[in-house]
Nanobody
């Protein structure tokens, strides 16, 4: 059974940093693209970043230069390093698994999400 468990969310001041983690199990982690998707209060889901099996990374324009996605296939873990956080980054962040090696914009499994709140 596929399982994705996020951690690392919390309350941070504007300009601060957080690192999200996603522990994956139940599938061959190294064989699938992965992504992070967020949902802000009162808004729809927004794709944030993705990484394919070759390590190529992709970002929504609003986080380019501030967020870094990476994966550790030896630990079956996906990460999102978030720097220079802004109040508009406040959202629930979901880790998702793609159905292929390359489709970083598609998701067939989702974690439960972790709350990130950026506020002074």
């Amino acid at each position: 059974e596929v399982s994705l468990e996020e951690s690392g969310g919390g309350l941070v001041q504007p300009g601060g940093s957080l690192r999200l983690s996603c522990a994956a199990s139940g599938f061959t982690f190294s064989s699938y693209a992965m992504s992070w998707v967020r949902q802000a209060p009162g808004k729809g889901r927004e794709w944030v970043s993705g990484i394919d099996t070759a390590g190529r990374t992709y970002y929504v324009d609003s986080v380019k230069g501030r967020f870094i996605i990476f994966r550790d296939n030896t630990k079956n873990t996906l990460y999102l390093q978030m720097n220079s956080l802004k109040p508009e980054d406040t959202a629930v962040y979901y880790c998702t698994k793609a159905p292929t090696t390359w489709s970083t914009r598609e998701s067939d499994y989702w974690g439960q999400g972790t709350q990130v709140t950026v506020s002074s």
